[in-house]
C-alpha cells in the first residue's frame, strides 16, 4: 500500500509540473498561533519532545525579529517555572538567539534568578559566543559563572564555553575532570566537547574515559574513536584492555580496531597530526609520547 500511494504522489507531482500546476501554499501562521503550538510541544514532556518541530517554530517566528521570540525567553525565566519546558525553550531558541538578546540573557544569570533559568540561559550565551555574536560582557559574565556557587550554574557556564573552545574553560575542565563529585552526564559532557586540536596533549583523559563504564556510552564512542584515529602507545593498553573485557559489542569492537590501527602506526612510524597544529610523532611501543 505505502508503495502505491507513493507512486501516486509521484505521478501526481509529475503531471502538475508538465501542466504548469503548483499546489498553494499553506496559509502562514500567526505569531500567537506559532506559540501556542509550541506550548503544545513543551506541555507533552521531556519523553515526548519533538525538538525539531519546536527549534522549527522558534525559527519562523525568528524570521518576525527578535522581539518575536521574547515568549519564548520567558518560559526560561519563569520562578520556578517548569524545567521540561525550559530545556525546550533552550533547544528551540540556541540556533536562532542572537545580539538583541544579550543583555536579557545576562540579566537571567543573576544570582536572584532561579538555578534552572540562569544555567539554561549562560547556555544561550555560550551559543552566541560559539557563533562570534556575543559581545565582551558576555564572554566576562560566563567567565564570572565558572566559579559560582551553584555547581549547576557553574558547570553549565563551563561545559558551554569547553564546546566553543575557550581556552580558560580548558583549563578548569581538566581540574573538574578529577572532581569526583561530577556527575557522569558531565564527565560525558567534557568528553564530547573537548576541543580536538588538544586531544593529542590529554589522551590520558579519553583513555580514562574509554574505560569508565558509568559515562554515557557515546561519550565512551567517542573516546574510542579519537585514541584509535589519534592514540599513540601510551594507550595502547586501554584499547587492549577493552579489546579483552568491554562487555558492549560495539565499544569492544571499536577497541579491537583501534588497537590494531595504533599497531600499526607505531609499527610504521607514522605521524599523527591533530587539527589545527602540526605533525605529531607517534611513540614508539613502549616508550613515551
Known amino acids: 500500500m505505502r508503495y502505491s500511494v507513493t507512486m501516486m ?8 509540473a508538465g501542466c504548469g500546476g503548483k499546489a498553494p501554499a499553506p496559509p502562514a501562521k ?28 522558534a525559527r519562523l517566528l525568528a524570521e518576525g525579529g527578535p522581539e518575536r521570540l521574547t515568549p519564548l525567553l520567558d518560559v526560561i525565566a519563569e520562578n ?23 543583555a536579557r540573557l545576562i540579566g537571567m544569570t543573576a544570582p536572584d ?41 557553574a558547570h553549565a557556564a563551563l561545559l558551554g ?8 574553560a580548558v583549563g578548569r575542565s581538566l581540574s573538574l575532570w578529577e572532581d569526583p563529585a561530577v556527575t557522569p552526564p558531565e564527565r560525558g559532557k567534557i568528553v ?3 576541543p580536538l586540536n588538544l586531544v593529542l596533549e590529554h589522551l590520558d583523559l579519553f583513555s580514562q574515559a574509554a574505560l569508565d563504564t558509568a559515562l554515557p556510552q557515546p561519550a565512551r564512542r567517542h573516546a574510542l574513536y579519537l585514541l584509535g584515529t589519534l592514540g599513540n602507545a601510551s594507550i595502547l593498553d586501554t584499547l587492549k584492555t577493552l579489546a579483552g573485557s568491554e562487555q558492549d559489542p560495539e565499544l569492544r569492537e571499536m577497541a579491537v580496531k583501534g ?18 597544529a602540526g605533525p605529531i610523532e607517534v611513540a614508539p611501543s613502549g616508550g613515551g609520547q
Open 192 to 194: 564530547m566537547d573537548f
Open 9 to 16: 504522489m509521484l505521478v501526481l507531482a509529475g503531471l502538475l
Open 113 to 153: 534568578q532561579e538555578r534552572i533559568t540562569r544555567a539554561q540561559a549562560a547556555h544561550l550565551l555560550t551559543a552566541l559566543v560559539g557563533r562570534g555574536q556575543a559581545g565582551p560582557d558576555a564572554v566576562e559574565k560566563l567567565r564570572v559563572l565558572f566559579g559560582d556557587p551553584d555547581s549547576f550554574v
Open 161 to 168: 564555553m569547553l564546546a566553543v573552545g575557550d581556552p580558560e
Open 30 to 57: 500567526s505569531p500567537e498561533e506559532l506559540v501556542a503550538e509550541w506550548r503544545q510541544l513543551a506541555a507533552a514532556g521531556r519523553e515526548n519532545f519533538k525538538p525539531e518541530a519546536a527549534a522549527e517554530i
Open 259 to 276: 588497537a590494531a590501527e595504533v599497531q600499526r602506526r607505531i609499527d610504521e612510524k607514522i605521524t599523527v597530526t591533530p587539527i589545527g
Open 80 to 102: 520556578p517555572g517548569v524545567p521540561d519546558a525550559k530545556l525546550l525553550a533552550v533547544i528551540s531558541l540556541a540556533p536562532v538567539v542572537g545580539e538583541a538578546h544579550q
